[in-house]
């Protein structure tokens, strides 16, 4: 049985304010509903080492949803996280914030991390899987033009893969596009398989 239609007697949902992942699941065929906004500070210490960050901030939103799960729930969470010579990129604060951010990625490689929480009444799991992406060497009007032009301020690492600085700045990645994105699609459908 496919996934699409073992999920049929389940209620997917999905507890994310991504446009991004939302665009991600409707793709995969995958039916869900986009859970109230709720508060959830994502906070992690600083002694963590920066390939968790990803996991323990899903699952710190998972815990933090307000409201019961019904008996046949599955609740999703996620968080990306971009990492740079050892350094956690969340979304920027501002443009100058930004602005340096991407100029800590150019002309190097870096990881991208995303951590997915899936919990029901029985039982919770977490997995992260990771991406590694390469910029080639962006002059400053560039990064400038980009942080202008469009909006990478909701976005780890201050940039979205499938916009403009994706198709002209990056060189190479090795795992998954759509974790890069905030998604990795095919972990995801695999581990749904098993927990529902």
């Given at each position: 049985?496919?996934?699409h239609e073992k999920l049929k007697n389940w ?184 927990f529902v």
């Open positions: 049985m496919l996934l209620k997917l949902i999905l507890a994310s304010q991504s446009p991004r992942r939302r665009q991600l699941l409707q793709d995969a065929g995958l039916e869900f509903q986009l859970a109230p906004r709720f508060e959830c500070e994502e906070a992690f210490p600083d002694t963590m080492p920066a390939e968790q960050v990803a996991e323990y901030l899903s699952h710190l939103k998972s815990e933090a949803y307000p409201y019961e799960l019904g008996e046949k729930d599955v609740l999703l969470t996620a968080d990306t996280v971009v990492v740079a010579s050892g350094r956690v990129l969340g979304k920027p604060a501002n443009r100058e914030d930004a602005i340096e951010m991407i100029g800590l990625l150019s002309g190097r490689e870096h990881e991208v991390i995303t951590g997915v929480t899936l919990r029901k009444r029985q039982a919770t799991m977490s997995f992260s899987a990771l991406s590694k992406v390469r910029f080639r060497e962006l002059r400053a009007e560039e990064i400038e033009y980009y942080v202008d032009t469009y909006s990478p301020m909701d976005k780890a690492g201050a940039y979205g893969i499938q916009e403009w600085i994706g198709y002209v700045g990056i060189e190479s990645i090795e795992g998954s596009f759509y974790n890069v994105m905030g998604l990795p699609v095919q972990r995801l459908y695999c581990e749904l398989e098993k």
